[in-house]
């Protein structure tokens, strides 16, 4: 077949390629989506835009939450307006008062009143003081400053009043806390009506049983009080109720009681009451001796100092005449400091010569443990065993003693540890061959214009001691209980001797509560003179 000439030949129809086709079809699913989104924005529009304004406009009406110390500082606030125009305003009644413009001060205290309720209510409603609410309380507090400036009460006059207001508060405060602090001490020295009735008592049963008598003389003499194989504890005190539960307690828990010795020296007063105390109870087979330290002849004024101090007319003013100079202490003029039975733990050796070996308990004590472990204990040649006060009160020497004398100062360091009185373990042959009692006499001459120390048998002691102390476990000395609320309850378990030493004595109503049972469970509560004075 013959071909057609090129002119004549049908033209070829052309496809469009792949990649053509592609791009239309994406571009129009493209503009679909496009025309959608479009669309829904603005339908979007219509319908958010009220709740976003509506939302705004919620918060602009909405208050926010008043601080109302930033609120009484700001210097625009009406609340600071008030509140210094309120300080003012309490100034001037003061001197209306004192000027007897009794009126004034009315007034004046009546617009202070209703400044406090409107500071209180903003307070309240963490809402801020109006101008409606403020403007009228500022213009009548004005017009009442205004007029009591125009009564002459400047600003000169108000500064001077107002001084001496506090002054003499000042004054008042520091009177209080001197009264409390009598208060307080009268508490601590008086015995409370129930030991007086027990006292009473036990003193007739003394005068009316000659059989009691009888069987405290027969017992003066026993060979167990010399006994060096025995263990010995010594307690110097008038109070019965004490003595008796430091000696109960000691036996309660001794693992061998027959082989424990009481020494026991009181005053002529209480000694036939100590007496039938003592003797109409067996505590477990111990040993117990009473004695009155007015039968110890050679403790008289020409041996002790103290017992001259006692006799000295200077003395007894400062001990027992109530001075009106209020920067004495009240405490530093508690006659007990200068009781014979304070000072006794001094004369030891001489009260005992037979004795080696002793351990000296204050009444205020309570034991726990077994204390025979304390004679076993060496002292390295040192005559006292004490446990020392500085790891947990920082009480070392210059706290007790006056180094700014030179006498002092030239032969004590102020950083010494102090150490505590009330359980110490003494040996009695250390004791006479370093002369303590000697050194004891020789503080005692010194001080006796107290510039030395102030009271108490504690720095005589520090200082009769010094260099011849022999630190303990504290563990077998724990104090404060008559005064420090926060001892933690784990020491005072594992002590073995725990003291109410201070002011707050487990047997009278000012006792710390939470302390007064440890001391409790050993008072012979079944007794019936107890019983009977508990009741009276």
Same mark, same amino acid.
């Given at each position: 077949m013959?071909?057609?000439?090129? &002119? ?17 079809? #994406? ?31 919620e ?20 609340a600071?307006?008030l ?12 001197i ?6 009794l ?15 409107l500071?209180?209510k ?11 609410e ?16 125009d ?6 006059t108000?500064?001077? #009043? ?12 520091i009177?209080a ?7 307080g ?6 015995l ?7 006292? *009473?008592?036990?003193m ?8 009691l ?8 003499n ?12 010594? %307690? ?17 828990n ?9 020494? %026991?020296?009181t ?13 109409s ?6 040993? *117990? ?15 002790s ?5 006692l006799?000295e007319? &200077? ?31 001094f004369? *030891? ?19 726990q ?8 204990? &060496? ?5 006292n ?16 003693l ?26 009695? *042959? ?6 303590? #009692?000697?050194?004891?006499?020789y503080w005692q001459?010194?001080?006796?214009d107290r ?5 108490g ?28 609320m ?15 030493n ?25 007794h ?9």
């Amino acid at each position: 077949m013959r071909r057609r000439a090129a &002119d004549f030949r049908r033209p070829v129809r052309r496809r469009f390629s792949c990649w053509i086709w592609v791009l239309l079809v #994406t571009f129009t699913i493209a503009g679909f989506l496009l025309f959608v989104v479009q669309h829904n924005h603005h339908h979007e529009d219509h319908v958010e835009q009220p709740v976003l304004e509506r939302n705004a406009r919620e918060e602009q009406v909405a208050p926010e939450r008043l601080n109302m110390t930033e609120e009484i500082t700001s210097a625009r606030s009406y609340a600071r307006q008030l509140a210094e125009q309120m300080t003012l305003a309490k100034a001037y009644v003061i001197i209306a008062k004192e000027h007897n413009n009794l009126h004034l001060a009315w007034e004046l205290s009546s617009k202070i009143r209703k400044c406090q309720f409107l500071l209180s209510k903003a307070a309240m409603k963490e809402e801020p003081i109006s101008l409606e609410e403020a403007e009228p309380i500022i213009k009548s507090l004005s017009s009442l400053i205004f007029k009591a400036q125009d009564a002459h009460y400047d600003i000169a006059t108000t500064m001077m #009043t107002m001084k001496s207001h506090i002054q003499a508060l000042e004054e008042r405060a520091i009177a209080a806390s001197v009264q409390s602090t009598m208060f307080g001490q009268l508490a601590a020295e008086s015995l409370p009506k129930s030991l007086h009735c027990l006292d *009473i008592k036990l003193m007739s049963d003394w005068l009316k049983d000659k059989s009691l008598q009888e069987l405290a003389d027969e017992k003066r003499n026993s060979p167990r009080l010399v006994d060096n194989n025995l263990y010995h504890f010594c %307690i110097f005190s008038d109070n019965l109720l004490a003595v008796s539960v430091v000696v109960n307690s000691t036996v309660s828990n001794a693992d061998h009681p027959k082989q424990l010795v009481f020494h %026991i020296v009181t005053n002529e007063v209480n000694y036939g009451v100590m007496q039938a105390w003592f003797l109409s109870h067996d505590f477990k087979g111990s040993t *117990i001796e009473v004695q009155k330290f007015e039968d110890l002849t050679w403790f008289n004024s020409s041996y002790s100092p103290v017992v001259k101090q006692l006799l000295e007319a &200077d003395s007894r003013r400062y001990y027992f005449e109530k001075s009106e100079d209020t920067s004495v202490e009240p405490k530093f003029q508690n006659p007990k400091y200068l009781s014979p039975l304070n000072h006794l733990r001094f004369y *030891i050796p001489e009260i005992y010569p037979h004795l080696e070996k002793i351990v000296f308990l204050d009444d205020d004590v309570v034991v726990q443990k077994d204390l025979t472990p304390l004679f076993s204990l &060496d002292l390295h040649g040192n005559v006292n065993g004490a446990v020392e006060t500085c790891l947990e009160a920082f009480h070392r020497y210059y706290k007790y003693l006056n180094f700014s004398n030179p006498l002092i100062s030239s032969k004590f360091d102020p950083q010494a540890c102090g150490w505590a009185f009330g359980m110490n373990v003494f040996d009695l *042959i250390a004791w006479r061959k370093a002369k303590v #009692t000697a050194r004891y006499h020789y503080w005692q001459e010194q001080n006796a214009d107290r510039t030395l120390w102030k009271l108490g048998t504690l720095p005589p002691g520090l200082l009769a001691f010094y260099g011849l102390t022999e630190p303990l476990d504290r563990r077998w000395h724990v104090l404060g209980l008559g005064y420090d609320m926060n001892i933690d309850n784990r020491l005072i378990e594992s002590a073995a001797v725990v003291h109410f030493n201070g002011n707050m004595k487990p047997w009278l109503k000012l006792g710390i509560s939470k302390y007064r049972p440890v001391w409790q469970r050993y008072v012979n509560q079944s007794h019936q003179y107890l019983q009977d004075c508990a009741t009276s």
